[in-house]
C-alpha cells in the first residue's frame, strides 16, 4: 500500500448554474427577423474564460406604451458601457441616462450572468445556458450599483426564471429553454 493524493474538487464550477460576475471579451450587433417580419436589433455577448457557445443575446424590446426602448438600453446601464452623463429632466426628479449604444463600449466590462441548466431536445444531455444578466456592485462617474440594488435585480431575474421554468417542463422538472432570453429586470428604467 502507498500513501496518495487526489484532488478534493474535480470541477472548477466554472458552469454550474446560479450566478456568475463575468467579464464581456467580445459583443457583436446583429439583427434577427421576428415572427411578423420585423427586422429587430441583438447584440451578442461573450464571456472571458468562456466558448463562443457559452454567449448571451440581448434583443431589442420596446416598451408598448411609450415606443422607447429599453432591453439593450439597460444592458449599457447594467454594464456601466458608454454612459456619457446623467441628465436632468424638466421636473429634476426623473434623471435620464445619456450614452453611446456602440458595442465596443461593452467590452472588458463586468456583468453578473445567471446560468441555468437546460436539457438538448437532440441528445437529451444536460448543459449550462445564460439567462439573462445584472449589474455587479460598482460605483462609476455616472451610476452607482449597491449590494441591495444588485441583490434585487438578482431576485427578479431569479422568480423570472422560476415563473419561466414552471411553465416549460418537460413532466419532471426540468427547463428547456428553446431561445436565448434577453435582459430584463424588476427595476423602473430611469429614462
Known amino acids: 500500500m502507498a500513501v496518495k493524493t487526489m484532488a478534493k474538487n474535480t470541477g472548477t464550477g466554472q458552469y454550474n448554474a446560479g450566478w456568475h460576475e463575468l467579464t464581456i471579451s467580445?459583443?457583436?450587433?446583429?439583427?434577427?427577423?421576428?415572427?411578423?417580419?420585423?427586422?429587430?436589433?441583438?447584440?451578442?455577448?461573450?464571456?472571458e474564460g468562456y466558448p463562443d457557445s457559452m454567449h448571451h443575446r440581448v434583443f431589442e424590446t420596446?416598451?408598448?406604451?411609450?415606443?422607447?426602448?429599453?432591453?439593450?438600453?439597460?444592458?449599457?446601464?447594467?454594464?456601466?458601457?458608454?454612459?456619457?452623463?446623467?441628465?436632468?429632466?424638466?421636473?429634476?426628479k426623473n434623471p435620464v441616462i445619456q450614452y453611446d449604444d456602440e458595442v465596443t463600449n461593452l467590452i472588458g466590462t463586468r456583468v453578473n450572468v445567471y446560468f441555468v441548466k437546460t436539457v438538448s431536445k437532440t441528445d437529451g444531455k444536460e448543459y449550462s445556458k445564460t439567462f439573462d444578466l445584472v449589474p455587479v456592485v460598482q460605483e462609476t462617474e455616472h451610476l452607482t450599483w449597491t449590494d441591495d440594488?444588485?441583490?434585487?435585480?438578482?431576485?427578479?431575474?431569479?422568480?423570472?426564471?422560476?415563473?419561466k421554468a414552471a411553465t416549460t417542463t418537460n413532466g419532471v422538472g426540468t427547463t428547456h429553454l428553446d431561445t436565448t432570453t434577453t435582459v430584463a429586470s424588476d427595476a423602473e428604467v430611469p429614462f
Open 149 to 163: 440594488d444588485v441583490a434585487r435585480l438578482k431576485h427578479g431575474i431569479e422568480k423570472q426564471h422560476a415563473k
Open 62 to 92: 420596446n416598451n408598448r406604451t411609450t415606443g422607447e426602448e429599453f432591453k439593450i438600453a439597460n444592458l449599457f446601464r447594467f454594464a456601466c458601457a458608454g454612459i456619457i452623463s446623467v441628465l436632468q429632466d424638466p421636473t429634476g
Open 26 to 47: 467580445k459583443a457583436t450587433e446583429g439583427h434577427w427577423t421576428n415572427s411578423r417580419g420585423d427586422k429587430v436589433r441583438t447584440i451578442d455577448l461573450n464571456f
